[in-house]
């Protein structure tokens, strides 16, 4: 049962141009979320994180959405620029259970030149 | 410099064999995870600790085993039983209060052949 999920598996952006990554899941307890960055044969490394009583978060380039009603959570990176060519996963939290979080499949993003 | 520390990067078993990949963290976490990845699956839990002494299964336990002994360690033996152990597996810690982010090692790839 993949309760936080990423429909689209790939993404190709020009640079310059905005980047949108999606997430979804199924479980209305999650309380918090972050998205993970990672380059092949490296480690995941955190980008940013929402928590459930907001609805956008944003970090210089990088701004994340949540959608509460919709369990839905979106990804923007403007500029994209070539180095953020990368996996991204998205994670869900669940406060009061064990620390551990749930990762989304992932989504490949290529910044064209 | 505190950080998370896979080892090694690489390595090759012959079918049958019980390995131990390594993993140790000097940020004073209290919460370690051992993540697998695979293509096109994302990262899925192995094992997680969130005390020295106490560890619980996650979704996908079969065929591993671990120990955490020290706060500091959290090594993972892939046994025999393990059907299919090819693939790179990813170390984390964090701390066990909200937020629940983690902070990864770089990872080891193992290829059984």
């Known amino acids: 049962d993949q309760q936080v999920k990423q429909n689209s598996p790939s993404l190709s952006v020009q640079e310059g141009r905005i980047s949108i990554l999606n997430c979804d899941y199924t479980?209305?307890?999650?309380?918090?979320f972050l998205w993970y960055k990672k380059y092949p044969a490296e480690g995941p490394t955190f980008l940013i994180s929402i928590s459930s009583i907001k609805d956008k978060n944003e970090d210089g380039r990088f701004t994340v959405f949540l959608n509460k009603s919709a369990k839905h959570l979106s990804l923007h990176i403007v500029p994209s620029q070539p180095g953020d060519s990368a996996v991204y996963f998205c994670?869900?939290?669940?406060?009061?259970?064990?620390?551990?979080?749930?990762f989304g499949t992932g989504t490949r993003l290529q910044v064209t030149l | 410099d505190g950080g998370i520390t896979q080892s090694p990067k690489y390595l090759f078993r012959k079918e049958g064999q019980n390995v131990t990949l390594s993993c140790e963290q000097n940020l004073n976490h209290d919460a370690m995870y051992w993540y697998r990845q695979d293509p096109g699956q994302g990262l899925r839990l192995i094992y997680y600790s969130q005390i020295v002494n106490d560890f619980q299964k996650g979704d996908i336990a079969e065929g591993y085993s671990v120990s955490r002994e020290k706060k500091e360690s959290f090594p993972l033996t892939v046994t025999s039983a393990q059907k299919n152990p090819t693939a790179f597996y990813l170390c984390?810690?964090?701390?066990?209060?909200?937020?629940?982010?983690?902070?990864f090692g770089s990872g080891t790839r193992l290829t059984v052949v």
């Open positions: 984390a810690s964090s701390i066990n209060r909200a937020p629940y982010g983690y902070t």
């Open positions: 479980n209305s307890m999650f309380d918090y």
């Open positions: 994670a869900a939290s669940l406060t009061g259970t064990a620390s551990k979080l749930t």
